[in-house]
């Protein structure tokens, strides 16, 4: 599968990973559990919503009409969302949103 959308992706021009220069990440970032992360999904209008991506956990409050309950992306919410990001939306995600914290493995 794997294979397929690698395929799929160059035909498109889509890069599945970025390759780019990584920023440099602030000292002493939080880490969190996947169960700590799934406080974050979007279901409590009193917290922010927080989506990891290639271990990295950032803070996608700004966008909550997308990430809360009901919304387009709700499904990332909460979550270490890599996968799905690899294939549409990653790249976003790095340039949009502050990196807050560490998804521990």
């Known amino acids: 599968m794997a294979f397929v959308l690698a395929i799929f992706g160059t035909i498109l021009g889509i890069r599945l990973r970025d390759s780019g220069p990584k920023a440099t990440l602030p000292a002493n970032l939080p880490q969190f559990t996947r169960e700590q992360l799934q406080a974050f999904d979007g279901t409590d209008s009193n917290k922010p919503i927080y989506i990891a991506l ?19 992306y709700h499904d990332l919410a909460g979550k270490d969302s890599s996968g799905l990001l690899h294939i549409f939306g990653g790249s976003i995600i790095k340039k949009k949103y502050k990196v807050i914290g560490i998804l521990k493995k």
Do not use: C, M, P
């Not at 290639?54 to 387009?72: M, P």
């Open 54 to 72: 290639d271990g990295l956990v950032y803070d996608v409050t700004a966008g909550r009409e997308y990430y809360q309950v009901g919304g387009s």
